[in-house]
């Protein structure tokens, strides 16, 4: 017994120096030249595949991806922050990108074995070791959809064509395939002042906003353009759609609670009204778009976003039918 003992430990140190070994010695070949060794990679591929299958949200949870400005909208986002790895559809990435250990897959290649569900929990998490990154912001579900519903629109073969940015690209032609293009979930910046867009810039570029298509978007462009974009965006006109105009009976519930609130709610326009003055203390919301009004404002209820303390505790009480209701309101034409 003692003796099995004394083996089982002799053994047991022996390996730990073996691995002490590799680690200090440099032993172990990190070359991605040189690969996996064999078997590594289906070892490695076959517990990426069981981990995404244990951890996917259920299918229930899926929204409607089948929406023309939601594609649209994650395409967008596709163009500059997936293209460098994994090609615009029918087209390659890079040579220096297929020397990847493990390559990106090209997209068709990517999307085609996984349900949405599963492109979902990858997009938002990433792959650690694989170079595949998670989603830059936390709590933005509403914009790995977007992502996903593109990727959904691809293995469907009715993907979008993809604005795709060159060297010669100008920033504003770069912010102009979102804005002004797009509509849903992405805002009107007509209707704000060049003060307003500007302090947003800076917030998403800090992470005080966390919104991971638009921190894409103002680290693609460099800094000391972005006071400039916050003027031309503020003069430019607007025009892309939205949802449908709602029933007049939200409009009206809509209304009288922007107006009035209730006994949790405070009412919205004592801030983003007009006052005597001419000046308010919040953003103008009236002409803004339906569907990116719904998705702030359930940022602002669930704490998401919190980077005005006042705009939280405002939003804090909402339910999901004020919101549509508010929303309905502010983007009546
Ligand atoms: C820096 C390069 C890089 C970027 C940028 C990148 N990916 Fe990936 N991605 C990878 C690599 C590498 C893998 C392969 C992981 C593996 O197979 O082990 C991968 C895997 C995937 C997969 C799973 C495919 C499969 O079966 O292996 C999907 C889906 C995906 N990426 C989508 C995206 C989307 C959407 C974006 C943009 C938001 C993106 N990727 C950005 C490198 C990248
Ligand atoms: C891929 C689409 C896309 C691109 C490209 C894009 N945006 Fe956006 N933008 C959005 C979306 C979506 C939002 C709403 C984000 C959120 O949830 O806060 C937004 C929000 C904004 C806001 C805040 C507006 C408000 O009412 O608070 C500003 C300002 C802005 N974008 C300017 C720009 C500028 C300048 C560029 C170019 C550097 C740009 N955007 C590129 C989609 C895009
Ligand atoms: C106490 C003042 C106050 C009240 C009350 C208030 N808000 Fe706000 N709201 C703000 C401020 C300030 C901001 C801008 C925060 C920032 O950018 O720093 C804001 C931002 C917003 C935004 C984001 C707009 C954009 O373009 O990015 C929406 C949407 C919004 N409020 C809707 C509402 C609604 C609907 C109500 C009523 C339920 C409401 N607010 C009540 C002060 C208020």
């Given at each position: 017994?003692?003796?099995?003992?004394?083996?089982?430990?002799?053994?047991?140190?022996?390996?730990?120096?073996?691995?002490?070994?590799?680690?200090?010695?440099?032993?172990?070949?990190?070359?991605?030249?040189?690969?996996?060794?064999?078997?590594?990679?289906?070892?490695?591929?076959?517990?990426?595949?069981?981990?995404?299958?244990?951890?996917?949200?259920?299918?229930?949870?899926?929204?409607?991806?089948?929406?023309?400005?939601?594609?649209?909208?994650?395409?967008?986002?596709?163009?500059?922050?997936?293209?460098?790895?994994?090609?615009a559809p029918g087209q390659e990435a890079s040579a220096t990108m297929q020397a990847m250990v493990p390559e990106p897959p090209q997209i068709e290649e990517a999307v085609a074995h996984w349900e949405a569900?599963?492109?979902?929990?990858?997009?938002?998490?990433?792959?650690?070791?694989?170079?595949?990154?998670?989603?830059?912001?936390?709590?933005?579900?509403?914009?790995?959809?977007?992502?996903?519903?593109?990727?959904?629109?691809?293995?469907?073969?009715?993907?979008?064509?993809?604005?795709?940015?060159?060297?010669?690209?100008?920033?504003?032609?770069?912010?102009?395939?979102?804005?002004?293009?797009?509509?849903?979930?992405?805002?009107?910046?007509?209707?704000?002042?060049?003060?307003?867009?500007?302090?947003?810039?800076?917030?998403?570029?800090?992470?005080?906003?966390?919104?991971?298509?638009?921190?894409?978007?103002?680290?693609?462009?460099?800094?000391?353009?972005?006071?400039?974009?916050?003027?031309?965006?503020?003069?430019?006109?607007?025009?892309?759609?939205?949802?449908?105009?709602?029933?007049?009976?939200?409009?009206?519930?809509?209304?009288?609670?922007?107006?009035?609130?209730?006994?949790?709610?405070?009412?919205?326009?004592?801030?983003?009204?007009?006052?005597?003055?001419?000046?308010?203390?919040?953003?103008?919301?009236?002409?803004?778009?339906?569907?990116?009004?719904?998705?702030?404002?359930?940022?602002?209820?669930?704490?998401?976003?919190?980077?005005?303390?006042?705009?939280?505790?405002?939003?804090?009480?909402?339910?999901?039918?004020?919101?549509?209701?508010?929303?309905?309101?502010?983007?009546?034409?």
């Amino acid at each position: 017994m003692r003796a099995v003992l004394l083996t089982m430990a002799a053994l047991a140190a022996l390996g730990l120096t073996g691995a002490v070994a590799v680690v200090a010695l440099g032993l172990y070949n990190v070359s991605a030249v040189a690969g996996h060794l064999p078997g590594v990679s289906w070892v490695l591929h076959t517990t990426f595949r069981n981990s995404v299958w244990l951890r996917a949200p259920s299918e229930e949870e899926v929204p409607e991806l089948d929406d023309a400005e939601l594609i649209a909208l994650g395409a967008g986002h596709y163009a500059t922050a997936c293209v460098p790895c994994h090609g615009a559809p029918g087209q390659e990435a890079s040579a220096t990108m297929q020397a990847m250990v493990p390559e990106p897959p090209q997209i068709e290649e990517a999307v085609a074995h996984w349900e949405a569900n599963e492109l979902f929990w990858i997009v938002e998490n990433g792959i650690k070791m694989t170079g595949m990154p998670g989603w830059p912001a936390e709590g933005r579900d509403d914009e790995v959809w977007a992502v996903v519903a593109y990727l959904v629109s691809v293995q469907g073969e009715v993907a979008p064509e993809l604005e795709l940015q060159t060297g010669g690209s100008e920033p504003e032609e770069y912010c102009a395939s979102c804005h002004g293009e797009v509509g849903g979930q992405v805002p009107r910046l007509d209707l704000l002042s060049a003060e307003y867009l500007e302090a947003q810039l800076q917030a998403y570029r800090s992470g005080k906003r966390p919104s991971g298509i638009m921190a894409q978007a103002v680290t693609s462009v460099p800094e000391e353009r972005l006071s400039e974009l916050a003027t031309h965006f503020a003069e430019t006109a607007d025009e892309a759609g939205d949802a449908p105009v709602a029933s007049a009976e939200l409009v009206v519930k809509g209304e009288a609670l922007a107006r009035e609130g209730t006994r949790d709610v405070p009412t919205c326009l004592a801030c983003h009204g007009e006052r005597e003055d001419g000046r308010r203390k919040g953003p103008v919301l009236d002409g803004q778009r339906r569907g990116f009004l719904e998705v702030q404002l359930t940022l602002w209820r669930d704490g998401v976003y919190a980077y005005d303390p006042l705009m939280h505790a405002a939003a804090r009480d909402l339910s999901n039918e004020d919101i549509e209701a508010l929303a309905a309101y502010f983007a009546r034409r």
